[in-house]
């Protein structure tokens, strides 16, 4: 480390309130420990520290994914051992590809403080070798507004987590083009949960968990994708959270409204970064620490915390190497070649479950008997034949526009043609409806009527082929009955007396459109 490398190495274990000893050697680099009682780093200090990263360590690149709403930078350090900086020639490597994000809700601050802490090791510290065999791009804080006044939401009052298929804020649309530069293979996404608020209104207890994990949920992952997760990241989170002491369950929520008493599972919603990445053709696994409503208290050790599940799975990927990036690759090209049928519509099984709630006073023990809606146990409710594509008569270039920065490849007709399709006759069941805080997440609004017939498409329509690895994004976006679609949000936009979707699904192979399509390798093109 040269001089100018910020903050010296304070560990849990020299903060006062610090208590578990399974963190007495977890090293805390970043500025929110510098002075020895932590406190909440500042967009300036963080700025500073990765930048004084950046010029230590011949590893680390900063870069910038683009400006927040209020015109805030949003760093990106890019890791591989080559020290490169571009992200095309970072993707060349050919190493499994490592994202690693938080901050997403501006007052989930210790998933941030993690990122620093882990880019100082990985830049100039222990965990540098874990660069012989992985490429990481690390994203502290991507929702700077949010932060600057400790806010969940971005300075829109949008929710962040909610704009991953529609990208209509700033910030979502920088990170997917910089994903679009360099696909990631895998990404952690890093968030607090809240101890109190809507569990000691409805249920009387707060939270006592001390972690909650989850992988993607939605249907359309590819299952290999999903098997990733749950194969390689699942237990290694399970053996470093026991190892620690630490207690933990899959991510659950409830929602803002006190007379739903249910308890759900992280939700299947597109939008949905954890879902999102998945969608896109990226293994993702999301990362809750306890600590919404906590300000500093525990501060130490829910940051230690982060930096060890991120450490444990990016040792975890270094030991799968090659493999890694190769199972990745075969999930992609199963899910482009995939012809089951489509699910549109599911509804989640209900099993009871005992939340492990604590009185908010005393502490006491209060376990909680709930019910459960679990996001992995899908009952279908509809399904579709899986189209070979999608055709876009209307809002074409907003839908391109948007579908590319989420790896999606789409084809524009040279000349008219004549094609057999299946039509959607729409049914509107009233405004979308949207939830307190979550203006960009709405629920499913439309139903649909399939239709066959025959079209004369005119040369310069939209065709969005099904047969490459993002096709799960393609059916989110296009099935105009999936929640927050590209018709429903108006994206493709329809009048009120209009019947007819001006978006059509081509059942059948089509010489006019196979002479426009690139042949398919299943890969993810930039
Ligand atoms: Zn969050």
Redesign the pocket.
């Known amino acids: 480390m040269r001089q100018d490398t910020p903050a010296p190495a304070v560990t849990v274990a020299d903060l006062s309130d610090a208590a578990p000893s399974a963190f007495a050697h977890v090293p805390l680099v970043s500025p929110g420990f510098v002075n020895g009682a932590p406190s909440f780093t500042t967009h300036e200090a963080m700025a500073d520290f990765v930048a004084g990263l950046a010029r230590a360590s011949c590893t680390a690149r900063l870069s910038s994914l683009g400006r927040s709403q209020l015109r805030r930078d949003i760093p990106v350090l890019y890791l591989t051992r080559e020290g490169l900086a571009d992200p095309e020639a970072i993707a060349a490597l050919g190493r499994p590809v490592i994202w690693l994000m938080a901050q997403?809700?501006g007052n989930?601050h210790a998933g941030g403080e993690a990122m620093l802490v882990l880019a100082a090791a990985l830049a100039t510290g222990a965990l540098a070798p874990l660069l012989e065999q992985l490429s990481i791009v690390i994203v502290p804080r991507i929702n700077p507004d949010g932060a600057a006044v400790d806010q969940?939401v971005l300075a829109s009052g949008n929710d962040l987590?909610r704009d991953h298929l529609l990208l209509s804020q700033d910030e979502s649309r920088a990170l997917h083009a910089a994903m679009r530069r360099l696909p990631p293979d895998v990404v952690f996404d890093h968030?607090?949960?809240s101890v109190a608020r809507r569990w000691v209104e409805k249920f009387g207890g707060s939270h006592s968990l001390d972690v909650m994990i989850l992988e993607a949920t939605h249907p359309g992952v590819p299952r290999s994708l999903t098997d990733i997760a749950r194969r390689l990241y699942r237990p290694v989170l399970e053996a470093t959270l026991e190892r620690h002491g630490l207690s933990s369950h899959d991510y659950v929520t409830t929602a803002a409204d006190k007379s739903d008493l249910l308890v759900s599972l992280g939700g299947n919603a597109p939008g949905i970064a954890r879902n999102a990445f998945g969608l896109r053709g990226s293994v993702s696994y999301l990362i809750?620490t306890r600590g919404?409503g906590l300000g500093l208290a525990r501060y130490q050790n829910r940051v230690a915390t982060h930096y060890v599940l991120a450490k444990a799975l990016l040792e975890a990927s270094a030991g799968e190497g090659p493999a890694l990036r190769a199972a990745v690759r075969a999930a992609r090209r199963e899910a482009a070649a995939d012809r089951s049928p489509l699910v549109v519509s599911h509804e989640l099984a209900r099993r009871p479950l005992e939340l492990p709630l604590v009185d908010p006073d005393s502490g006491e023990a209060r376990p909680t008997p709930v019910t459960l809606a679990d996001s992995r146990l899908l009952a279908t409710v509809e399904q579709r034949e899986r189209p070979h594509g999608y055709l876009v008569l209307r809002g074409g270039a907003a839908v391109a526009q948007l579908l590319a920065l989420l790896q999606v490849r789409t084809v524009t007709l040279n000349k008219p043609a004549r094609l057999a399709v299946q039509a959607y006759d729409i049914e509107r069941l009233g405004r979308p409806s949207r939830r307190a805080g979550e203006a960009i997440n709405p629920d499913r609004s439309l139903n649909v009527t399939l239709r066959a017939m025959t079209i004369e498409v005119p040369a310069g329509a939209l065709y969005v082929p099904m047969n490459q690895p993002a096709c799960g994004i393609v059916a989110a976006a296009l099935e105009p009955d999936s929640p927050g679609s590209y018709l429903a949000v108006g994206v493709i936009p329809m009048a009120d007396d209009e019947a007819e979707a001006p978006v059509y699904r081509v059942m059948e192979e089509s010489p006019a459109i196979q002479a426009l399509l690139p042949s398919s390798s299943g890969e993810v093109s930039p």
């Open positions: 997403q809700h989930e969940r987590n968030h607090e949960f809750e919404v």
